[in-house]
Antibody, heavy 121, light 107 residues
């Protein structure tokens, strides 16, 4: 079974940092691109970041560029999101999402259960 | 940035009726459009990709159509489990973008 499990969320103060992790199983991790997507309560999903299979190509959304960094470790079947300078508007559920095979962004066919990040003083 | 607008925001129907959901792109996305279903407390599930292809395990009552800037998701004969929120998604240009969603609720 293809599975993505996020960890590392929680409550932090404005200006703080968190690192999200995503553990993958059930598929050849190194063969798929990956994404982080977040969803605030009552809102549609918001794509945040993309990383290709070899980490050669990386994209971040304007809303997080310079504050968030996506990375992956194919040896550990893991995806990461380093989040710095967090703001109240970053409060959301964060999803690890599988993209396409190879280095195409593909369609988002597998989502983790998500992890909640709350930024509040 | 290509923005997707979904309408209506809410669709009130009864089981057995047909649902027609719309998604309009601010510029052409060709056929790079997908639809997702999300039930309360659950993660989004891919329903339709490349405008009209059903994802694995998706019933035939779900169908998609359109090209360029105007797209439609049709659910023929709504089942009780189909009452949910639906999002469209484009990957034609960076950044990929989701619409704001249409909630299909029981009338």
């Amino acid at each position: 079974e293809v599975q993505l499990v996020e960890s590392g969320g929680g409550l932090t103060q404005p200006g703080g940092s968190l690192t999200l992790s995503c553990a993958a199983s059930g598929f050849i991790f190194s063969s798929y691109s990956l994404n982080w997507v977040r969803q605030a309560p009552g809102k549609g999903p918001e794509w945040l970041a993309y990383i290709s299979t070899s980490s050669y190509t990386i994209h971040h959304a304007d809303s997080v560029r310079g504050r968030f960094t996506i990375s992956r470790d194919n040896a550990r079947n893991s995806l990461y999101l380093q989040m710095n300078s967090l703001r109240a508007e970053d409060t959301a559920r964060y999803y690890c999402v599988r993209g396409g095979a190879g280095s195409t962004i593909g369609w988002f066919d597998t989502w983790g259960q998500g992890i909640v990040v709350t930024v509040s003083s | 940035e290509i923005v997707l607008t979904q309408f209506p925001a809410t669709l009130s129907l009864t089981p057995g009726e047909r649902a027609t959901l719309s998604c309009r792109a601010s510029q052409s996305v060709g056929t790079y459009l997908a639809w997702y279903q999300q039930k309360p407390g659950q993660t989004p599930r891919l329903l339709i990709y490349d405008v009209s292809n059903r994802a694995t395990g998706i019933p035939v009552r779900f169908s998609g159509s359109g090209f360029g800037t105007d797209f439609t998701l049709t659910i023929n004969s709504l089942e009780p489990e189909d009452f949910a929120t639906y999002f469209c998604h484009q990957r034609s240009n960076w950044p990929p973008h989701f619409g704001g969603g249409t909630k299909v609720e029981i009338k």
